[in-house]
C-alpha cells in the first residue's frame, strides 16, 4: 500500500498518509493526522511501497551491484528489474510481480510472455 508524505500547512507537521491505490492519490483529500487541517502539501514524489522489500533490496544491493547484471540470466534481470522498480517508487502492479517471480524461478522471459499474453509493451492506455 502506498504511503504518501505531507506537510501540513497550518501545523506544518510532516504526516504519512496511506493511499489507497496510485489512482486515487489525485482524488484523495488527506486531513493532518495532528490537528485535522485539510490543507497539506504533498512533499515528495518518492513513494514508500512495501518497505520490507525495498529493505531486502536494500541488502541485495550491497553485496550485489548492477556490475554483474547477466541479461541471460533471469534470476540477474529479476534482481535488477526489482531494484529499478524499487528506486522508481512505483508499485508496478501483480503482474510485473509474478513476473519477477517466475523471472527468479528461473523461467525465461520468453516462456513468461507466451504464458501471460497481457505482458507486453503497454496498449496506449497506461496510467504512467
Ligand atoms: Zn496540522
Given at each position: ?8 500547512r497550518k ?77 522508481a517508487g ?21 516462456d513468461i ?16
Open positions: 500500500m502506498p504511503i504518501y508524505e505531507y506537510r501540513c501545523c506544518h507537521r510532516r504526516v504519512s498518509i496511506f493511499i489507497r491505490s496510485f489512482g486515487a492519490v489525485e482524488s484523495a483529500e488527506p486531513k493532518c493526522t495532528f490537528c485535522g487541517h485539510d490543507q497539506l502539501e504533498r512533499l515528495v514524489s518518492r513513494v514508500a511501497v512495501r518497505k520490507s522489500e525495498e529493505s531486502r533490496l536494500d541488502s541485495l544491493a550491497d553485496d550485489a551491484s548492477l556490475g554483474d547484471l547477466d541479461e541471460n540470466d533471469p534470476k540477474s534481470m529479476a534482481r535488477w528489474m526489482r531494484k529499478m522498480a524499487a528506486e512505483e508499485d508496478m502492479g501483480d503482474e510485473f510481480d509474478e513476473v519477477i517471480d517466475r523471472m527468479e524461478a528461473g523461467q525465461s522471459f520468453e510472455e507466451q504464458s501471460m499474453p497481457d505482458v507486453g509493451p503497454p496498449a496506449g492506455d497506461s496510467d504512467f
